[in-house]
């Protein structure tokens, strides 16, 4: 049976229930989100033609002051200059077609072009960055999303769709420049963006978004094993007949990613009769250790009131930073994973379902040298013997499927088809990336 990269998102970003479904038989299991739509699709809700400048209604050159999520992350304003540090940054707007507490998908469009010149020798040659903020009624900081811009002396377009989910209010699109640039280093980027437009968009809008960025890359041929939705009966029931489901994401900034890969209107497309709310929760950097600790697990997981709680990411065997007195708080890796999903089943009675590492260092065996815009290299086969090769990252993967099995946890792989397309797709090094840890909008599928 035909296994497209639209399958393997599913199971690598949340998705392997699409995967399922169409390479299987068997049902899926994810989540959708609700649309409600207050306004008519397309709606164009901010625009400036031509190159954005200082000049520019809604538009400013500066850092933004970040103080971390759930506080104000105002901008501090600067003169542009190619030797200065900073974004473009365009004025927060709401969604017209998101009602309160309901999420709802917008689409963007610019053109860009930039070229970056480090002053050192031997620095680094970063991208720079495209990204949103996202910010709740009290004008709070929620998590973000960054994606990469790609260099090209004749200007680049770009055609992107988000989703903005329960909490948000406002959001803020901008145009960052390197994050190693320093101005002490005598680093410059010239940093060109125009025809910048928001619009509404529908949840159609995203999954072709979706499509076009999975024809670029590779077929997967990963088959998972067993029944992947045994243990998530409700919501596989609640996918099919349309009752209301709220799925909330757990865990850092590589669970972000998959969030934003918007692999949910692909459920939605597979089931359309769903209603769910997809949530983002999550800290950078962060696992479970942190998440288990009472002052961390109601506000990151309880508030949320999830019926599906699905943890992941890569920072849950990370030393945590959680150390009063230069002490452990508590348990890490795959133990802390685990014990964070019986402590959600047990008082929130939720489904949990434990996603283990998604796409996010391009591992393969490169040359020094070797860059996102220079030669492809070979196509390279993957099994789950490399494993390894991931160091610390992937050293729970055996002892978190036999935990999660033990204690009756829906699990899924989503380590081995992610490497296994990216090490066959003959694509040049970090060419997916967004920086090194970081995947852009093709790394996120």
Same mark, same amino acid.
């Given at each position: 049976? @035909?296994?497209?990269?639209?399958?393997? =998102?599913?199971?690598?970003?949340?998705?392997?229930?699409?995967?399922?479904?169409?390479?299987?038989?068997?049902?899926?299991?994810?989540?959708v989100?609700?649309?409600?739509?207050?306004?008519?699709?397309?709606?164009?809700?901010?625009?400036?033609?031509?190159?954005?400048?200082?000049?520019?209604?809604?538009?400013?050159?500066?850092?933004?002051?970040?103080?971390?999520?759930?506080?104000?992350?105002?901008l501090?304003?600067?003169?542009?200059?190619?030797?200065?540090?900073?974004?473009?940054?365009? !004025?927060?707007?709401?969604?017209p077609?998101k009602? &309160?507490?309901?999420?709802?998908?917008? !689409?963007?469009?610019?053109?860009? =072009?930039?070229?970056?010149?480090?002053?050192?020798?031997? =620095?680094?040659?970063?991208?720079?960055?495209?990204?949103?903020?996202?910010?709740?009624? !009290?004008?709070?900081?929620?998590?973000?999303?960054?994606?990469?811009?790609?260099?090209?002396?004749?200007?680049? *377009? $770009?055609?992107?769709?988000?989703?903005?989910?329960?909490?948000?209010?406002?959001?803020?699109?901008?145009?960052?420049?390197?994050?190693?640039?320093?101005?002490?280093?005598?680093?410059?980027?010239?940093?060109?963006?125009?025809?910048?437009?928001?619009?509404?968009?529908?949840?159609?809008?995203?999954?072709?978004?979706c499509?076009?960025?999975?024809?670029?890359?590779?077929?997967?041929?990963?088959?998972?094993?067993?029944?992947?939705?045994?243990?998530?009966? %409700?919501?596989?029931?609640a996918? %099919?007949?349309?009752?209301?489901?709220?799925?909330? @994401?757990?865990?850092?900034?590589?669970?972000?990613?998959?969030?934003?890969?918007?692999?949910?209107?692909?459920v939605?497309?597979?089931?359309?009769?769903?209603?769910?709310?997809?949530?983002?929760?999550?800290?950078g950097?962060?696992?479970?250790?942190? $998440?288990?600790?009472? &002052?961390?697990?109601?506000?990151?997981?309880?508030? *949320? %009131?999830?019926?599906?709680?699905?943890i992941?990411?890569?920072?849950?065997? *990370?030393?945590?930073?959680?150390?009063?007195?230069?002490?452990?708080?508590?348990?890490?890796?795959?133990?802390?994973?685990?014990?964070v999903?019986?402590?959600?089943? &047990?008082?929130?009675?939720?489904e949990?379902?434990?996603?283990?590492?998604?796409?996010?260092?391009?591992?393969?065996?490169?040359?020094?040298?070797?860059?996102?815009?220079?030669?492809?290299?070979?196509?390279?086969?993957?099994?789950?013997?490399?494993?390894g090769?991931?160091?610390?990252?992937?050293?729970? $993967?055996? &002892?978190? %499927?036999?935990?999660?099995?033990?204690?009756?946890?829906?699990?899924?792989?989503?380590?081995?088809?992610?490497?296994?397309?990216?090490?066959?797709?003959?694509?040049?090094?970090?060419?997916?990336?967004?920086?090194?840890?970081?995947?852009?909008?093709?790394?996120?599928?």
């Amino acid at each position: 049976m @035909m296994r497209t990269k639209k399958m393997f =998102k599913l199971i690598a970003a949340l998705l392997a229930v699409l995967m399922v479904l169409m390479s299987v038989g068997a049902v899926a299991l994810l989540v959708v989100c609700s649309l409600s739509s207050a306004a008519a699709f397309g709606e164009v809700i901010w625009e400036a033609k031509g190159v954005l400048t200082e000049q520019t209604p809604g538009v400013s050159f500066g850092t933004h002051d970040w103080k971390g999520y759930g506080k104000p992350c105002p901008l501090v304003k600067k003169p542009y200059a190619d030797t200065a540090t900073g974004c473009w940054s365009v !004025k927060r707007v709401k969604l017209p077609n998101k009602a &309160e507490g309901k999420g709802a998908y917008f !689409k963007f469009s610019y053109d860009a =072009k930039y070229a970056y010149a480090p002053g050192k020798a031997g =620095k680094e040659v970063q991208r720079c960055n495209q990204g949103v903020f996202f910010f709740d009624r !009290k004008g709070n900081q929620l998590p973000d999303c960054y994606d990469t811009m790609y260099p090209d002396r004749d200007g680049y *377009h $770009y055609e992107r769709v988000l989703y903005a989910w329960d909490e948000v209010e406002t959001v803020e699109l901008f145009f960052q420049k390197p994050w190693n640039m320093k101005e002490a280093d005598h680093d410059t980027c010239s940093l060109e963006v125009s025809n910048a437009k928001i619009e509404t968009a529908t949840w159609e809008d995203a999954a072709a978004y979706c499509d076009k960025l999975c024809a670029k890359l590779p077929p997967v041929g990963f088959r998972p094993e067993g029944d992947v939705t045994a243990l998530i009966p %409700r919501t596989m029931e609640a996918l %099919r007949t349309g009752r209301p489901w709220r799925v909330v @994401m757990l865990g850092d900034s590589i669970q972000q990613d998959s969030f934003h890969s918007q692999f949910h209107a692909l459920v939605k497309r597979e089931f359309p009769r769903s209603d769910v709310e997809w949530i983002l929760s999550m800290r950078g950097g962060t696992g479970c250790w942190h $998440y288990i600790l009472a &002052e961390n697990f109601f506000p990151y997981v309880v508030d *949320h %009131r999830p019926d599906l709680l699905v943890i992941g990411g890569v920072s849950n065997y *990370h030393e945590h930073s959680d150390k009063p007195n230069g002490r452990d708080v508590g348990p890490t890796g795959s133990d802390a994973m685990v014990r964070v999903a019986k402590l959600a089943r &047990e008082r929130l009675g939720c489904e949990v379902l434990i996603v283990n590492s998604p796409l996010h260092v391009d591992y393969r065996p490169h040359e020094d040298g070797d860059t996102a815009e220079g030669r492809p290299l070979p196509k390279m086969g993957f099994s789950s013997r490399q494993i390894g090769l991931a160091e610390g990252l992937a050293s729970g $993967y055996g &002892e978190l %499927r036999r935990m999660c099995a033990g204690a009756k946890i829906q699990w899924w792989d989503a380590y081995v088809p992610c490497y296994s397309w990216l090490f066959a797709s003959g694509l040049p090094w970090q060419y997916c990336s967004r920086d090194y840890v970081h995947s852009g909008e093709l790394g996120k599928q």
